[in-house]
């Protein structure tokens, strides 16, 4: 079965510091992976993705994210927190059966906190 | 600007009383789908539609029905048979061009549900 796992429901960091939000999942085919970023009362906004090629993703907003076969890892990294980073953080990983496609299996999501 | 609308953004019923969600997109997206969000519990799917006139179950279809009779709008009912409606509900939508899983979900803004 798939699943996604992600350390820690909440994160504070101090702005200008490195943020670091953690992702492990469990898939037995290649995996398609995601994160995803939302703010209070709104929809999810997509960061980034990896599919195949290059293991370190670019985002938007200075966010990447690094694919770890060997980890079963898909970390996402800034190296310097903004306040406006505050938010809601989920990782996903697309489902494999049913036919269905762009379906994903989210994780439970982080709480980024930036102090000032 | 292509993109989904949910509404409303806030809703509010009695305990025992259907109620219906609506969302629509202008994206020209074959794919919709529906998750449920609860704190600290993510995103869950509840239905998904990859044609017009087609649809399947997610993960926690129970309580709820759906219609897809157009490719822009794609309702969903909560109906008294939902032991615990209140929640944050979530419309998404995809392409399914190219028949592969790296499709990323575009999402509306959501509609707030509380059930008393």
């Known amino acids: 079965a798939q699943s996604v796992t992600q350390l820690g429901s909440h994160v504070s960091v101090s702005e200008g510091a490195l943020v670091l939000l953690r992702c492990n999942y469990s898939?037995?085919?290649?995996?398609?992976l995601f994160w995803y970023v939302q703010y209070p009362n709104q929809g999810l906004q997509l960061l980034l993705k990896?599919?195949?090629?290059?293991?370190l993703v670019k985002g938007i907003n200075g966010f990447e994210a690094e694919f770890k076969k060997s980890e079963t890892s898909f970390h996402l990294t800034k190296p310097s927190a903004h306040m406006s980073d505050a938010a809601e953080y989920f990782c996903?990983?697309?489902?494999?059966?049913?036919?269905?496609?762009?379906?994903?299996?989210f994780g439970k999501g982080t709480k980024l906190s930036v102090k000032p | 600007d292509g993109g989904i609308t949910q509404s409303p953004k806030y809703l509010f019923r009695k305990e025992g009383q259907n109620v219906t969600l609506s969302c629509e997109q202008n994206?020209?997206?074959?794919?919709m789908y529906w998750y449920r969000q609860d704190p600290g519990q993510g995103l869950r799917l509840i239905y998904y539609?990859?044609?017009?006139?087609?649809?399947q179950k997610g993960d926690i279809a129970e309580g709820y029905s759906v219609s897809r009779e157009k490719k822009e709008s794609f309702p969903l009912t909560v109906t008294s048979a939902q032991k615990n409606p209140t929640a944050f509900y979530l419309c998404?939508?995809?392409?399914?061009?190219?028949?592969?899983?790296?499709?990323?979900?575009?999402f509306g803004n959501g509609t707030r549900l509380t059930v008393t």
């Open positions: 996903a990983v697309s489902r494999i059966y049913g036919g269905s496609q762009g379906n994903l299996i």
């Open positions: 994206l020209n997206h074959d794919a």
């Open positions: 539609s990859q044609i017009v006139n087609d649809f």
């Open positions: 898939s037995s085919v290649p995996p398609y």
């Open positions: 998404a939508s995809s392409s399914t061009s190219g028949g592969s899983r790296n499709s990323p979900l575009h």
């Open positions: 990896y599919t195949t090629g290059a293991t």
